[in-house]
DNA sequence: AAATTTACCGCAACCGTTTGCGGAAATGTT
DNA sequence: AACATTTCCGCAAACGGTTGCGGTAAATTT
């Protein structure tokens, strides 16, 4: 069976396709009995609108893309729960689209955005992405561009990222609240510029006050092995930049029989799922992918409603204390 | 600045339009000349077709529809990139839905769906769901719908689920197996299908043969304050349904310092993730929301090249050891 | 050189909507 | 009763492509 047109519903009833369409969207040129008999068949017949043909017609989507390395990811898939939901509020499509972290693949991703004349596009860059002509081209094409988390180097585009600086500055002054004097720190991959720029912030506050020790880990695994090493050196806290680090660190203590935060003291930044499933819960500074949903919404309306102020947006980060410290 | 149409290049070259969309297609009728200038210039104007005015005019939308409960899910999210891979390898786009488990927004996100013309539904329906009208609609206009996970009773319908009884059965076996004696068993929602599958084929391969203990909770929270309050009684066994009451359970079981596995011993249906978060790793059936997800693209493909065939697929489960036990 | 075939391209209809404009019938005004 | 309004509706073009069919000029065959 075929989906139901104007025009099926204009034949039955002897009119024609326009008044059909201006009885549905209640045009005031329409009678009211018209207009009656026009909706009572459409919904018989269970008409919806062709959408295709909405768009062809009036260029307009009401479309989004999202562009993302990977939906399976702590930050990320609360990010995008938060950016449909928003969509969907407003009346907008979202199509999502995974790059696996690898230009090649976002360069076809993004070539099916504008092949689907898409109304705004959320973009997180691969790593190794060079060359973002391709998104600036959608600029061109008067498509707002809202880049989060991994955003590009250049100064004219909207981006919306976590407070890197902030959230581990935040940290640390906790640890030093708290009176610790001996932390273990540990942070992700050294080219990551989310990376330097958590460390140099932590490191900034920490400021020689108390002692420190730095370890880079690029996995989950890695982090958990680095634990294990330098807790024999006595830390009385431990510092996760990231989820992924947060997990190795805790199977390390656990595995250590370590009692937190008796014997050890554990903070973290995260967007809070991770820190909530041990006991006693860990005190993290929020980042939260929701929240950094509904601001990366709020610049992508503002840009749709002819703003051309160019943002870089932050999202504020709180702390959460568990019992951890 | 508008996106380039066949008709400006047309145009610009002066031929007509047919000979543009033709010399792009690279139609045998259309001389190398002339395409080589075509190509050329629709390159230089960085050409790409509406995808709206395609659809329109081939009647054929190479869109899937997927709706989930939340994308926010340990389960559906690997499910999701799953299909996602899949669609796009095959020249699909994927616009994702959440129904946040309300069958209101469902019914929205169905409309949504048919306005878009999908060319297939993958869903898993909220839990209250009791009206699968609208999901059948779409099968009547031809247009293949995949359940998984959560599916209806109903039986003329494509289903690609995980393999509720024999993930438990091999979970329970696997208790029997290990000598265990006195089993707490955590199951979720009595009203989820998925729910009462997994507590009869639990209970059916326990059968007496040892004290069994069935509890019911609606969330971690839930499952945490079950586990302490019946901690009391000793079991030597904790099982958890899903990843969900699995983390309730090790918070309180941390929380009562008991060590795992030797105070008590703790197995999950899962799909991995959870458990490996904690030392020791928790035993766990796995249910791959990955492999479910490659699953259920192939039941697509199999209905859209025409396939008649109902299938009710499973996916196989299998035991993955961690020291929990 | 005439007839036939081949190569290449354009015309026009169509997909399902929206919308400016014009027109007939009904109603209201003198 | 003649005119001016108002009410209600249809015509037709447009959005950006695809595609069957037909036509002309060149190439080939007789």
Redesign the interface.
């Known amino acids: 069976?075929?989906?139901t047109t104007l025009k099926e519903i204009s034949g039955v009833l002897g009119l024609s396709i326009s008044t059909v369409s201006r009885a549905l969207k209640n045009h005031p040129d329409i009678s009211e009995k018209t207009k009656l008999r026009v909706t009572e068949l459409a919904n018989a017949l269970?008409y919806?609108?062709?959408?295709?043909?909405i768009?062809?017609r009036t260029n307009k989507?009401n479309l989004f893309g999202l562009i993302v390395p990977?939906?399976?990811n702590f930050f990320y898939?609360?990010f995008?729960?938060s950016v449909?939901?928003e969509s969907?509020r407003h009346n907008y499509?979202?199509?999502?689209?995974?790059s696996?972290d690898d230009p090649l693949?976002e360069i076809?991703?993004l070539?099916?955005c504008?092949?689907?004349?898409i109304s705004g596009l959320f973009a997180c860059i691969a790593t190794q992405t060079k060359n973002i002509e391709p998104f600036l081209?959608l600029k061109?094409?008067?498509t707002p561009v809202i880049f989060f988390d991994k955003v590009p180097d250049i100064s004219n585009c909207n981006k919306v990222c976590v407070a890197d600086e902030a959230s581990a500055t935040s940290a640390a002054s906790t640890i030093l609240n708290k009176k610790k004097k001996k932390v273990l720190a540990l942070f992700g991959n050294y080219n990551l510029s989310i990376t330097r720029k958590r460390l140099s912030a932590f490191t900034k506050t920490i400021d020689n006050k108390i002692k420190l020790s730095v370890q880079h880990a690029n996995s989950a695994e890695e982090a958990e092995a680095l634990t294990l090493e330098h807790l024999s050196s006595k830390p009385d806290t431990v510092f996760c930049m990231s989820d992924e680090i947060l997990?190795g660190v805790?199977?390390?203590i656990?595995?250590s029989s370590l009692k937190v935060p008796d014997d050890i003291a554990v903070i973290a930044i995260s967007n809070g799922f991770?820190p909530r499933?041990?006991?006693p819960e860990i005190t993290y500074v929020e980042t939260s992918g929701y929240k950094l949903g509904k601001l990366a919404f709020t610049c992508m309306m503002n840009s749709l409603a002819g703003s051309t102020f160019i943002q870089e947006l932050t999202s504020e980060s709180i702390l959460v204390e568990g019992g951890s410290m």
């Open positions: 069976m075929n989906n269970d919806e609108p062709n959408a295709n043909a768009q062809l989507s990977s939906i399976s898939h609360s995008i729960a449909e939901e969907r499509s979202l199509m999502i689209l995974q696996g693949i076809a991703n070539k099916l504008r092949q689907n004349r081209k061109e094409l008067d997990t805790m199977k390390a656990q595995r991770i499933l041990y006991f």
